[in-house]
C-alpha cells in the first residue's frame, strides 16, 4: 500500500520551455502532497506543501511563479517548471501523506529533468 | 532550527557484518523521526517512524531505535542488496515538514 507514482519519469527539453511532472497516489487519497529536489549527493530539500484545492506553501527562497503548483484533487498534484533554464535541471521527487498516517511520507520514483 | 546529522557519511561492510547507523537531532516537540532508504536514481522508500523515546521497530535485517537525542539503524548479518542511501528525518509539532539529515551511503561487499 501507500504506493505514488510520477510521470514522466524523465524528460530533456530546451531552455526557455515548460515541463509538468504528475506526481499521483495510486491507493490512497492524500492530504497532503510535497515536492523536493535533490542536487547529486545531496539530500532532499522541500520546494512547497500542496492541499487538494488550496494554494501551496513554498519554500523560503523557492520562486513561486517558476514553479507552479497545482493539487487538482485529492490524488494528483502537479508540478510545472515554468520557462525552464540549465540551473534547473535537477532530480524532483513528491511525496505524500494520507489521513490516518501520521506524519509519514511516501515519496514517488522521482523524475531527472535536463534542460539544454 | 530543526536540524539531523547523520554518521558515518559511508560505510563499507562484508556481507555477514553487522553494525548501525546514527541519527542526531536537534528538534523542539519531535513528532515523529523517519528512516528511508534511496536506491541511486529512486525515491526514498519508507522504512520506520518512530514517535517516543524507547521505540523500537523492526523489518527483516533492520531495527531501529530512539532515545531523545538520536536515533539508531541497526543492519544485522546485512546482505549486498543492503547497499543504498540511508535517509533520516524528522518532523516537529505544527509543522508539515520532514527535515532530513545527508544520509548514510552503506556499501555491502559479498
Known amino acids: 500500500g501507500a504506493v505514488v507514482s510520477q510521470h514522466p519519469s524523465w524528460v530533456i527539453c530546451k531552455s526557455g520551455t515548460s515541463v509538468k511532472i504528475e506526481c499521483r497516489s495510486l491507493d490512497f487519497q492524500a492530504t497532503t502532497m510535497f515536492w523536493y529536489r535533490q542536487f547529486p549527493k545531496q539530500s532532499l530539500m522541500l520546494m512547497a506543501t500542496?492541499?487538494?484545492?488550496?494554494?501551496?506553501?513554498?519554500e523560503q527562497g523557492v520562486e513561486k511563479d517558476k514553479f507552479l503548483i497545482n493539487h487538482a484533487s485529492l490524488t494528483l498534484s502537479t508540478l510545472t517548471v515554468t520557462s525552464a533554464h540549465p540551473e534547473d535541471s535537477s532530480f524532483y521527487i513528491c511525496s505524500a501523506r494520507f489521513a490516518g498516517g501520521g506524519r509519514t511520507q511516501y515519496f514517488g520514483p522521482g523524475t531527472r529533468l535536463l534542460v539544454l | 532550527e530543526d536540524q539531523v546529522t547523520q554518521s558515518p557519511e559511508a560505510l563499507r561492510l562484508q556481507e555477514g557484518e553487522s553494525s548501525s547507523l546514527n541519527c542526531s537531532y536537534t528538534?523542539?516537540?519531535?513528532?515523529?523521526l523517519f528512516w528511508y532508504r534511496q536506491d541511486p536514481g529512486k525515491g526514498p522508500e519508507f522504512l520506520f517512524t518512530?514517535?517516543?523515546a524507547g521505540e523500537e521497530k523492526e523489518k527483516e535485517r533492520l531495527k531501529a531505535t530512539l532515545t531523545k537525542k538520536e536515533s539508531f539503524l541497526h543492519i544485522t548479518a546485512p546482505k549486498p542488496e543492503d547497499s543504498a542511501t540511508y535517509l533520516c528525518a524528522v518532523n516537529r509539532g505544527g509543522s508539515e515538514k520532514l527535515v532530513f539529515g545527508k544520509g548514510t551511503k552503506l556499501t555491502v561487499n559479498p
Open positions: 518512530l514517535y517516543s
Open positions: 528538534v523542539s516537540g519531535l513528532r515523529g
Open positions: 500542496s492541499n487538494e484545492g488550496s494554494k501551496a506553501t513554498y
